[in-house]
Each structure stands twice: as structure tokens, then as C-alpha cells.
């Protein structure tokens, strides 16, 4: 079992990538985590906001195999604490034992192809971050609800 963070667009900002760079390394202690980045579309201005996540849901979906679990990082999600998503993963790898996908998707969100094929949606809050930013939030997430389950001293109640 292996998760993958699956990102539209790279990385692009320094400090986004020394923060993901921490919590990748951390989280290779606990399971296999990988970011596969898909590159942005380019020469998009004459394209409708719905045209642009049509072609990016494309991509997302060849990244995707038909038994993974596909979770999608979108506001309409549902939002957990830290140690309810801990509990999450743990019945995830306990009980399903499909690798985990969670998809950032494009600027304008997921087409609804990519909506269709998702197993689940969760949002980090109420509020929006931009994508560059939510890859290190959300890697930061993961590698602390695998503490919790370890029961290691990061996570404070």
C-alpha cells in the first residue's frame, strides 16, 4: 500500500518546497508517499474555465488506476480534526488496503469526470489556501495523523 499526492501544476515556490521536502522525508518512515505532479496546460487563454478542468480532469484520471482509492482535496469535502483523518488512514490501510490517491486539483477545481471517479472528498478548511501552499498543509496532515497512530509525541490534545 503507497499514498500519492497528485498535484496539477509543480511545485513552484521555494519555501512550498522546503516544507513538502520536510514532511516527504518524514513520512517515508511510515509508509511510501510520492508527489506526481502533472504539468499545467499551457495556452489556455481562449479556453472556458470549464474546458480548462475538462483537459486537467483528463490528465488527473490517467494518473489514477481503477483500484485506487481517489480522494479529492475540495472545499465540499468533508473536514476532519487531526486525529479523526488519523483514524481515517488507519481504517483505510486496515480495512481497504487500496494505495491512496488525494488529488490538488487546477485552479478552477475538478472537472465532473473526476468527481464521478472520486471515493471521497476532504476539505482542510473553511477557508482557501492557494495550491502551492496546501501541498505542504496537507503533507504536514498526513505526517502528523501517521504520529497519532503510532502514538509518537508530535500531535498535542
Known amino acids: 500500500m503507497k499514498i500519492t499526492l497528485l498535484t496539477v501544476g509543480k511545485t513552484d515556490r521555494d519555501w512550498v518546497k522546503q516544507g513538502l521536502d520536510i514532511y516527504v ?3 517515508k518512515h511510515y509508509i511510501p508517499f510520492t508527489i506526481t505532479e502533472i504539468p499545467e496546460l499551457k495556452n489556455v487563454s481562449a479556453l472556458s ?11 488527473i484520471l490517467k494518473n489514477v488506476r481503477p483500484t485506487d482509492d ?4 475540495d472545499e465540499r469535502g468533508k473536514q476532519y480534526t487531526s486525529v479523526e483523518l488519523a483514524k481515517v488512514l488507519q481504517d483505510k490501510i486496515s480495512y481497504i488496503g487500496k494505495d491512496i ?6 485552479a478552477y477545481g475538478f472537472s465532473e469526470e ?13 477557508m482557501t489556501f492557494s495550491h502551492q501552499m496546501v501541498r505542504a498543509i496537507f503533507a504536514e496532515q498526513i ?4 504520529t497519532i497512530i503510532r502514538g509518537e509525541p508530535y500531535h498535542h490534545e
Open 25 to 27: 522525508s518524514r513520512l
Open 49 to 59: 474555465k470549464e474546458q480548462i478542468k475538462s483537459k486537467e480532469g483528463e490528465l
Open 70 to 73: 481517489l480522494i479529492l482535496l
Open 101 to 106: 490517491v488525494f488529488v490538488i486539483g487546477g
Open 114 to 126: 473526476v468527481y464521478k471517479r472520486s471515493d471521497s472528498k476532504i476539505s482542510l478548511s473553511k
Open 143 to 146: 505526517y502528523r495523523a501517521f
